[in-house]
């Protein structure tokens, strides 16, 4: 199973607000940068979150995440049909020396 | 534009070798940490190996150690996975993806498309 565990699917109707959880630990989330990655059905994974918190140019401020503690969480607002897709947290592992992702969470827009 | 195209993917049978490469363009590759992420079909990603910008600190997963090696030409501006032993567990699409600066610990903010290896006898 991975270092980082997230929900495998969450779901909300277009327009409203969703959010994902990254739990992680001590050696990881915890003192460590978070980093979040969506991947649309069929298509390359594509960097949305880095440093716990911020948006890499063209990602929109509908999409947001924080740190606290040994967990993280992504918000997305104003959900479209377009949001559909796999997303992943990720980071350092400092006991493992080695890059940890999450399971995956299916966001599904009704 | 900044691209990273992966190569050398193929079916191979179990126990064979491979070698992947990863060519990268529109940026200076010299001073990037470079990471090999698979997925293998209807599953998450998983994280594979990094190596920092000058080739000498090398990280890999669990599950590949010993088997996969990651190295680097910086004068070709290519990325290569030598994997060895290939287990039908290694089915997977590689991609390689670029950390934003030396450090190997980070992020990976380009990606490439993926190469698709199958094991299968």
């Known amino acids: 199973q991975s270092a980082l565990t997230q929900p495998p699917s969450v779901s909300a109707a277009p327009g409203q607000k969703v959010t994902i959880s990254c739990s992680g630990s001590?050696?990881?989330?915890?003192?460590?940068?978070v980093s979040w990655y969506q991947q649309v059905p069929g298509a390359v994974p594509k960097l949305l979150i880095y440093?716990?918190?911020e948006r890499p140019s063209g990602i929109p401020d509908r999409f947001s995440a924080s740190k606290s503690a040994t967990s993280a969480a992504l918000g997305i607002t104003g959900l479209q049909t377009g949001d559909e897709a796999d997303y992943y947290c990720?980071?350092?592992?400092?006991?493992?020396?080695?890059?940890?992702f999450g399971g995956g969470t299916k966001l599904t827009v009704l | 534009q900044v691209q990273l195209v992966e190569s050398g993917g193929g079916v191979v049978q179990p126990g064979r070798s491979l070698r992947l490469s990863c060519a990268a363009s529109g940026f200076t590759f010299s001073p990037y940490a470079m990471h090999w992420v698979r997925q293998a079909p209807g599953k998450g990603l998983e994280w594979v190996a990094v190596?920092?910008?000058?080739?000498?600190?090398?990280f890999y997963a669990d599950s590949v150690k010993g088997r996969f090696t990651i190295s680097r030409d910086n004068s070709k501006n290519t990325l290569y996975l030598q994997v060895i032993s290939l287990r039908v567990e290694d089915t997977a699409v590689y991609y390689c993806a670029r950390g934003p600066t030396d450090i190997p610990y980070y992020y990976m903010d380009v990606w490439g498309k993926g190469t698709t290896v199958t094991v299968s006898s």
């Open positions: 440093d716990n918190n």
């Open positions: 990720g980071t350092w592992d400092t006991s493992l020396s080695a890059w940890v």
């Open positions: 190596i920092s910008y000058d080739g000498s600190n090398k």
């Open positions: 001590s050696s990881n989330v915890g003192i460590n940068y």
